[in-house]
Each structure stands twice: as C-alpha cells, then as structure tokens.
C-alpha cells in the first residue's frame, strides 16, 4: 500500500513537470534579416509599403521561433510610423522589441533601436536627447550600411540643435564616403551649407542629384533650392523651385515643407507683390497650425502609450507572479504527500532523525540571536563613537573660523598702517603730479580690498551693524551710477540708469548700498567688452503683503559658465581659465567682491540672484525690503564719494599714440598690458631709451605687432580678447614676427606658469612686482643677442646656406632662404623693386624691411646688393665673360656702378679679381 501511493505521487510530479516543446521550423532564418536590409529604404520613402513588408516578416519569425528576426522587424516598422508621424506607434513598437531583446538577451540590436528613437526626439522638439541617442547607436554601430543610415540621423539632429559645425562634419564626411547610397544625403549636406550662408556650395550639392526618385527627397531638394537661390537675391529662381516644392508638398501632405515652402514664396513677393506675400503667408500658417498640432497630438498619444505600457507590464507581472504562487502550491502539495508517505514508510527512523535536526537548529538559532545582540551592541557603540567625533570635529572647525577670522583683522590692520604712510608721504612729495596720481589710485583700491577683508571678519563675528538714514534712495543709485560713467567712457562701454518710480523715500545704508553698487558695476565694466551696454534698473515688486526694491545690473558682457554660476558667491571662489574664448576667464580676481555683496545684501534682509550666457550677459538682481522708521535719521544730502568709495582706472587716453613715422634712433618697444597704471609705470621706466607702444589687450597687441614689426614686446598675461600665453604663441609661430624677443611680466609667480609662458616662446619672465632694473637688464641684453642674431644670419656662404642648415631649419632660416630664392630667381632684372619682392613674400614694405634688419642688419636694398655682388664674384672666378656682360648679368644697368659697389664690398675692383 505504502509503495503504491509513493509511486503514485511520483508519476504526478513527472506529469506536472513534463511540458511539450515546439521545435524550431527548418526556415532560415538570415532570410528574414536579409530582407530588412534590402528593403529600409522603404522606412524612410514608402512607409506604407513598409510596414507591409515588417508585418509578414514578423508573422514569419513567429512561426519559426526566431526572436532576433522578430525585434528586427519591430525595429523597421517603427522607422516606418516614424516616417508617417505616429510617433506612438513607433514607441509602442520600439518598447515591444526592446522588451524582447531583453528577455532573449539580444544585445545586437541595442544600437539599431536607439537610432529611431533619437529620430522620434528630432521630430518632437528635443534635438539634444536625439544627439545622446545617436551618438550612442553610433557607437555600438558595426555594419557599413547601419552605420551610414546612423551618421546621418545624427548630422541631423546637430542641424536642428543649430550646431551647424557639427553637422557639417557629420553630413559631409558621410556624403564623401557614401554618398551613393542614399539619394537623401546630398539634401542634409545642402541645407547644412545653406544656413551657414554657403549658399552657392549648397547648390552645387542639391544638383548633384537632380534625379531624386522619392517624393520626399524631391521637396526637400527643391526647398533647399529656393532658400539657397533667396538668399542669393535671385528671387525668380527662388519661386520656381518654391512653388513646385509646394505643389508636391500639398499633394503628399507634407506639412513641413508646405511650411517651409509658403515662407519661402511669401518672403520672395514681401516686397513686390502685397497680394501673393499674404496669400502666401496664410498657407505657412496653416501649415504650421496643422504641424504643430500634429506634433502635440503625437506628444500626447506617446505619453498615453507609455502610461498604458507601464499599466500592462505591471498586469502581466502580477499574473506571471499568480500563475508561479499556483504552481508553487501545486509543487508544496505534492511535496507534502511525498513526505507524508515518505513519513507512514519510515516513521520511526525519520522521527528519530528529525528530532536530533531539531535540537541542532534550535542551537544554531540561539547562537545567532547571541550574534545579533552582540552585533547591534557593536553598532550602538560605533555610533556613540561616530557622534562624539563629529561633535569634536565641529568644535575644531568653529575653533579654526575664530582663528582664520581673527588672522584676517589682524592683517588687515596691519596692512592699514603701512598704507597709511604711503597714502600720506605720497601728498608731500612735489612735483611728478602723475606718479602720485598713480600711487595715491592704487593705495585706495588697495584700501578698498583691506576693507572688504575687515567686513567679512565682522560678519563673521557679528559686530557688523547697519547703520541705516532715510532718504531717497533712487537719487543716491543713480549718483553712483553717474559715478562710474568715467571708468565706463575710458572702457568704450555704454552705461545707463532707468528707474520706475522715479523717487522712493526707505531706510537704507549708505556705504553697504555703495560697496554693492560698486562690486557690481565695477564686474560689469571689467567683463563687457568695448562697444557693450550695461544698465541699472531700479523699480519696486509686491509679494506677501510687502513692498521690495529690486535693483538690476545688466550686462553684455563675456558670461558665466554654468558650472560656475552656483560657487560665484562662495569666498575666495575663482573661475578656472577656460580658454581664451570666454572674456571673463581671462581675468582673475581675489574672490572676495560678490561673497561680500551677498552677505551685506543678506545683513540688509534682502537677496540677491544672478542669471547668465555665456557670450551673451549676465543679469544680476537684487531685493531689498522696503522699510520706513520714524526713529531713522534723515540723509544728508550727497555731495561727495566716501574714501572707500569708487574711484576710476586711469584712461588710455594720455598714453602715446601710434605713430606715423618710427624714430631711428631707438629701439622699439610694444607694451601689451590692459592696466593703464603699469603702462604708465613701465612707459616711465622705458621712454628715456626705447619707444613705447601701448596695446591694451592680447589681440590689439597681436594686430599691432604684425603691423609694425617692434624690436621688443612687454606682455602681461592675464588681459581680455587673447591672454599673454596665446600672445606669446601667435607671435613666435608667424613668420613676420618669430624673431621677436617677448618679455612675460604676470602676478602668476608658480614654476608651472613659468614652465608654461617658456614653452609658448617667451625669452623672459618677470613676476610682478619686478625691479625696474632688472626689467632694464633682461631688455639690453634681448637687444645685445638681437645683434648677434644678425651676425649669426649675415654670415652667408656663396651657396645661400645658413650656419644652422647642419641641424632643422629655423623659422628664420626658412624665412632667409625663401627671400634669397625669390631674390636670386630675377638677379638679372634691373627693374627688381622692394614693393615686388614685399608682394612675393607676403609681407608689407614695414614687415619686411623691420625682419630683415632685425636679422641680417641690412635693409632690404643692401640684401639685394650683396646677392649680386657675391654672384658677381662667382662669375668673375668661373665665367670667361667680360665686366660688363657680368655686370647686366647680375641686374647692374651701370657698370661704373657695379665696379664702385664691388669694390665697397669686397675692398678691390673686379678686374683685381682675374
């Protein structure tokens, strides 16, 4: 009986277990994927025909069980409802393949199903998610053709991000290697070329396939055809091309290009024909109604499907997991009747033995909750640990701020003294009215700075009070507004002030309203480049029942980095030099200014907030309470800027001139430096025995040193347009300007700054600040290689090689050979001019004969001279000519004239020579 029902309980669990399995039909399946291949093109042209083709394909994969074919076939499909615009289709069967892939782990097609959906994202406005997910395909691309199809989606999404750079590359690259495989490419690298304004290579490219077969193809060409021709101010050409791009439009209902059409027709007759520009100008608009329409549509029926989507996933686990809780009950039934005949079998021995189990499990359980109570007293303990150490660690931070905050007014005051002396004896000295105007500017921004260090520490310790007045506090902005418009007319920026209402009675105090004031005009001016507007704006906001003055500065400035935006207020916070690019990063600054405007808006229970882009402007907004006490005493009226207050940089203007015609008798120095006070330092240091040219930034010193080929350059390193280093590298890898000397003078006193100004060139660098005498030496002693840097290159042999030809030729060696080349080419032509050889080497008269003289000491006539003469005695030695043959040979008209000039060389006649 026992043996009977254990058999019985086995054969059910064989028959529970035991499940048939389709076998795989004998169909190759490559069949199916060859298919697709062959026929994509179907997705983007036909794809209507297309999703034909994709539905057998999946019936067909089904029946063979082959679930890659499957997802292929999805994929394709959802490239078709891409083209058609239901973009919820096309999600819903991307999702369906996706899901597949992942439950038969196919990691193949992962690239082919990001390609669509970053074509989904170009059509529904987010061209930056497409770029992700093409940039992603493309790199999981591994087949020629796959990889095409996805450098092009991604040319694509580039062109509608505006990244016109980027898709040209993209668009151009793939039309030069595989532009036969798709009659769509020449049409994206068209438009690419026609919005950067290379209209007529765009047209070069629309015709090169004038043979399109796909509708779609043709519109787009002959869209791109008319935008090209309109921006060429050939309107003709423009409607012909436009009004057939409409026509084909309306017949396929391609909203797009009906869209883009119409605007095109409408801006060909906006000036000539009134009627035809509005009829024109309501089919755009219909147009775009229905394409913008269209676009929600489809947003809102994706966002439906996807909800739906999440709904079914989460019903089909909730039945996968029902159908696993069945059958694991069916297998816990059938297991306990196996045990329940395994038990009436062996009762005796299995009682036993489950009662020693027993007894060892409930040991080991005790041992374990022993463990547990072991190991939660270790964590109590470790996080009594954990809280005392934290505790010690904030009393060290606290100790550390008491200490950095008493070392800063320590210092400070400190500092004041010795100011102090210098500010007073500067007063005493008589006469050199600029060098005290110079010291007494720089002491009081000096000043200026110990101040804010002495506000922050009172901050720190609380004993910075406000000390408010009541008065109109709209008169007062706008007083030190027109404060700054010195500093803004010596910079070429525009600064203006706008307030509404034009008068507002508030308590406010004077010097923290002034410290912020001045911090943010001050930034404003120094990050705006010439030509640049900056704008103060008061007015008055509501909110919560109180009245707030809001204060905004505008500027067209250089910008803030994102990244650096939300640190831009922290202490001693400064943007890392980000390249040349961006205005702002190439100036640096203590890092004290805005961390202090903050915490003083802050004290006056206001805020302030910052919105910035980069190359565009910055925007910086302050609030602040509107409060009116009886008790507050009335402000004086404003006379004159505190001590503390705003004082302007020294103008460019009292600087030297360019000037028309350089002295010969003095070397000439170029001073590139955007501090008007250090120009004036250093002009008073240099003027007795060179001359000084001033450039007030990198590029005007770049433009200004090709132009007029200096015999040195003085260069800081932190300036706007180009800093010091990209100065430096410009100059020593033009061939006008390579044998320049350059001396680096910077604030930047670190070995790598150092290291970094040398290996771009530099022949000296100088920390600021430097001892005039030194500066003095570095000078002549540049001057004094100069000089034998041109004994060095006058030594020609007769062949025309420089000493250094044995090793790699210089840029002057390079230089040198190409000026003899071009000279030795017409040594026979009398009529050889300085204008002609200037043209043949690309330089101007003034570049050439200043590199030439800096080089070799001669002028450009006696370079020319020389040649000949040397030629002339080559002949003389190896020629049976006579003089005068040898004379006209070498480009002498006069042979009297060459004998002198032989002579004058060489310090005998030529007929001494035979």
């Known amino acids: 009986m026992r043996k009977a029902f254990f058999y019985i309980v086995l054969l059910f669990l064989l028959g529970f277990w035991v499940k048939p399995h389709a076998q795989p039909a004998a169909t190759d399946s490559s069949l199916i994927n060859i298919t697709i291949k062959r026929n994509y093109e179907y997705a983007f042209n036909h794809p209507d025909s297309g999703l034909l083709i994709a539905n057998g394909l999946i019936a067909e994969a089904r029946r063979i069980n082959y679930p890659f074919g499957v997802a292929y076939a999805k994929i394709f499909s959802s490239d078709c409802y891409i083209s058609k615009g239901d973009y919820a289709k096309a999600i819903q069967s991307l999702l369906e393949a996706r899901t597949l892939c992942m439950e038969e782990n196919i990691t193949a097609l992962d690239q082919r199903i990001n390609r669509p959906f970053g074509r989904i994202y170009i059509e529904l406005g987010n ?23 996805v450098t092009h989606s991604l040319a694509e ?16 690259d793939l039309y030069d290697r595989a532009g036969t495989l798709w009659a769509a490419l020449p049409v994206l690298l068209g438009d690419v070329y026609s919005a950067m304004g290379r209209n007529e290579e765009a047209l070069d490219v629309y015709r090169t396939k004038s043979g399109l077969t796909f509708q779609f193809d043709i519109v787009a060409n002959y869209t791109g055809r008319a935008k090209a021709f309109l921006n060429l101010g050939q309107p003709d050409s423009c409607r ?38 509005l009829h024109y100008l309501n089919i755009q608009y219909a147009a775009k109604d229905s394409l913008y329409s269209r676009k929600k549509l489809n947003q809102f029926n994706s966002f439906i499907f996807a909800d739906e989507t999440r709904k ?74 954990a809280r005392q150490l934290e505790m010690q660690e904030a009393e060290r931070l606290r100790d550390l701020d008491n200490l950095k905050t008493r070392l800063y007014t320590n210092i400070t005051h400190e500092f004041r003294t010795p100011l102090t002396v ?59 507004t027109e404060s700054f418009y010195s500093m803004a007319s010596d910079k070429k920026v525009s600064l203006g002030f706008r307030a509404e209402p034009p008068s507002l009675i508030m308590d406010f105090d004077e010097v923290k309203i002034q410290h912020v004031i001045y911090n943010l005009l001050s930034n404003a001016i120094k990050f705006t480049r010439p030509g640049g507007k900056i704008a103060l704006e008061a007015g008055i906001i509501s909110g919560h029942g109180k009245e707030f003055l809001t204060i905004k500065v505008k500027d067209t400035g250089s910008g803030i980095l994102a990244k650096d935006i939300p640190h831009i207020f922290d202490r001693f916070y400064q943007v890392e030099n980000a390249g040349s690019v961006d205005l702002a990063r190439t100036f640096s600054g203590t890092g004290i200014g805005l961390a202090l405007t903050k915490e003083l808006i802050e004290l006056m229970g206001g805020s302030i907030a910052v919105k910035s882009q980069v190359n565009w402007g910055t925007e910086f907004t302050v609030s602040l309470p509107v409060r009116q006490h009886d008790a507050t005493p009335k402000m004086a009226a404003v006379h004159e800027i505190r001590q503390s207050g705003i004082s302007s940089e020294p103008d460019f203007r009292s600087l030297p001139a360019k000037p028309d015609q350089l002295p010969g008798d003095k070397p000439q120095v170029l001073v590139v430096e955007d501090n008007a006070g250090v120009v004036t330092y250093i002009q008073s240091l240099l003027e007795q025995d060179y001359y000084v040219q001033v450039a007030i930034n990198g590029q005007e010193g770049i433009d200004m040193a090709l132009e007029n080929v200096p015999d040195l350059i003085v260069t800081d390193v932190m300036m706007p347009e180009k800093n010091g280093y990209e100065v430096c590298a410009t100059l020593k890898n033009d061939e006008r300007t390579s044998h320049i000397p350059i001396v680096m003078l910077t604030a930047k006193a670190d070995v790598s700054s150092k290291i970094e100004g040398l290996e771009m060139g530099a022949d000296a660098y100088l920390s600021k600040p430097f001892e005039k005498e ?51 080419n017409r040594l026979g032509d009398t009529g050889l001019s300085i ?72 310090g005998k006649v030529p007929g001494e020579v035979r």
Request: charged share 25%; aromatic share 8%.
């Open 774 to 824: 030194e500066l003095l030496v570095r000078l002549r002693k540049l001057l004094e290689l100069r000089r034998t840097l041109q004994e060095y290159y006058s030594s020609f042999d007769e062949s025309g090689h420089s000493p250094s030809s044995t090793s790699k030729p210089t840029i002057e060696d390079i230089f040198l050979q190409k000026l003899r080349a071009a000279v030795e």
């Open 312 to 385: 079914r996933d989460l019903a089909a686990a909730e039945l996968k997991f029902a159908t696993q809780k069945r059958q694991f009950l069916l297998v816990a039934i059938s297991l306990l009747l196996l045990t329940a005949g395994l038990f009436l079998w062996r009762n005796n021995r299995v009682k036993t033995k489950s009662n020693a189990l027993l007894l060892q499990e409930k040991h080991k359980a005790e041992q374990a909750l022993e463990q547990l109570k072991s190991t939660q007293s270790q964590l109590m303990q470790a996080e009594k640990t």
């Open 835 to 906: 204008p002609e050889l200037s043209r043949e080497m690309i330089m101007s008269h003034t570049q050439l004969y200043r590199k030439l003289k800096a080089l070799t000491g001669k002028t450009p006539s006696q370079f020319i001279r020389t040649l000949r003469l040397k030629k002339a005695m080559q002949l003389l030695k190896t020629s049976e000519s006579n003089i005068s043959e040898i004379a006209y040979e070498v480009g002498f008209s006069d042979p009297n004239y060459f004998s002198r000039m032989f002579k004058q060389e060489f």
């Open 157 to 172: 999404a580039y062109f509608v991000a505006g990244k016109l750079d980027s898709a040209l590359i993209y668009a151009k």
């Open 422 to 480: 210098i500010m007073g004896m500067s007063d005493n000295i008589s006469g050199h009215k600029q060098e005290r105007t110079l010291i007494r500017r720089n002491a009081k921004n000096l000043l200026r700075l110990i101040n804010q260090l002495l506000d922050l520490s009172k901050l720190d310790s609380g004993t910075l009070k406000l000390d408010t007045v009541q008065g109109d506090i709209i008169s007062y902005l706008q007083y030190l």
């Open 240 to 277: 012909f091309y436009a009004e057939k791009a409409l026509k084909l439009a309306q017949d396929h209902h391609f909203f797009k290009f009906i869209n883009r059409a119409s605007a095109l027709l409408a801006s060909s007759y906006q000036a000539v024909d009134r009627e035809k520009y």
């Open 127 to 149: 061209p930056e998610k497409a770029i992700q997910h093409q940039r992603l395909a493309l790199e999981q691309s591994m087949e020629p053709e796959e990889t095409a199809i």
